[in-house]
């Protein structure tokens, strides 16, 4: 029988995730503080829906409530017109959308919301994937979470995830390639 | 194997999902050909580059918000009425289910546990959907709605603006409960409505949220310290638990 878990044991098993979380939450909302007011709910709920964990990965059991509050986060300030959703700069089928936004400076995040001190080029390219390419790499990458454990994170097909991962590597490496880097490696 | 079956299996290869004969058989084809082995090297190269990447540097601040905002969430005590733990063996030992609903029933009865009335619950949610008796005061501005209680009803509800989650207010009634009257507020979540049953709790249970189905209405029951609160929808059961949830957040 369900006993009621306690605050300790939430911690325990749950507060080892919160840079993951973090992480997660910093390549969704792309803003320090939108990230932490996201985490910070999130663990809220996890914590109010601890009694359903079922135990089996809570890094994936916790990454899909970030993942669901920063959505809902994005799309409540998409409705106030706060910020264009990325998504919308695409049309087309699935195939067709990734290459005309990789190519699009235009929809690149505003410079000022990136921290300026974690420029990277990878984070460069990683943060030009529409956001459904960019959670998926993220979370194969730097989370290590199996095709399985992504596809119930992101809530779609384990065949989907498979193939944005491969659309979104292509991508990465098309960007991070020595041409597209150009100016810089030529000098030398 | 050839080499357009091998490239689709390199990044499954790579990321530890490929089956050990298909390992095997992408291997054997890779010791053969140079052009697929080209490919493997690119997509490891990427993966090391991508794992040199920084990571985002957690704030200080965050560890000791997020416990905080938990401990302050913890504060309130457990909601965990004793009928569900009568009622979980009930519903896994079929046979013995009718023997003990009817004990069970007059346990209930003879110690007055606190029991969801589930089909008053359910008959005041479907009648406020029949005859438009939905709403007595329509508005989606919580301080239109709250005051609207004041005289009508002998406690004064809480009401939140969820719109920000998804779940606008459309407005309150006031129906009838339990043998007394009850604050109902009406929220929405794309087309469904639901019912937010609030009254006063004398008793000082434990707090849990509980929730549980009846004729395809989902009900969620929750608990604080001034009142009991059941929630009830058609819509499916993560998203009203969520809508429990911001609304204990609150």
Known sequence: ?188 | MNCDETLNLLEPLVDGELPGREQDAVRLHLDGCSACQHELRQINELRETLRRAPRHAVPDSLLSNVRERIAKAADQPAFRPSWTRWMKPLVTHAAAALVGAVFFYGAIQMFSAPTPPTREIVAAHVRSLMDGRLTQVSSNDTHTVAPWFAGKIDFAPTVNDLSADGFPLIGGRVDYLQDRKVAALVYLRRKHRINLFILPTSAKQTEETIEWSHNGYNIVGWRDKNFTYWAISDLNLEELTAFSELSVAM
């Open chain 1, 1 to 188: 029988m369900a006993r009621r878990r306690s605050r300790a044991e939430f911690e325990r098993v749950m507060l080892p995730h919160l840079e993951a979380s973090y992480n997660l939450a910093m390549w969704l909302m792309r803003h320090p503080q939108d990230a932490e007011d996201a985490v910070q709910t999130a663990y809220l709920r996890a914590h109010n829906g601890f009694d359903r964990f079922q135990g089996d990965h809570a890094a994936a059991w916790v990454l899909k409530i970030v993942r669901n509050t920063c959505l809902t986060s994005l799309n409540r300030n998409t409705d106030r017109g706060k910020v264009v959703s990325l998504d919308a700069a695409m049309s087309g089928s699935e195939a067709h959308r990734i290459v005309p936004f990789l190519h699009d400076k235009q929809a690149l995040p505003d410079a000022n919301l990136i921290v300026e001190q974690e420029r990277n080029l990878v984070h460069d390219a990683i943060r030009r994937l529409p956001p459904d390419y960019r959670e998926i790499v993220v979370l194969r990458e730097f989370e290590e979470m199996t095709y399985q454990q992504i596809a119930d994170i992101t809530e779609v097909p384990v065949g989907t995830v498979m193939s944005r991962l491969s659309r979104a590597r292509k991508a990465l490496r098309e960007l991070l390639s020595p041409d597209e880097l150009g100016g810089q490696r030529n000098e030398l």
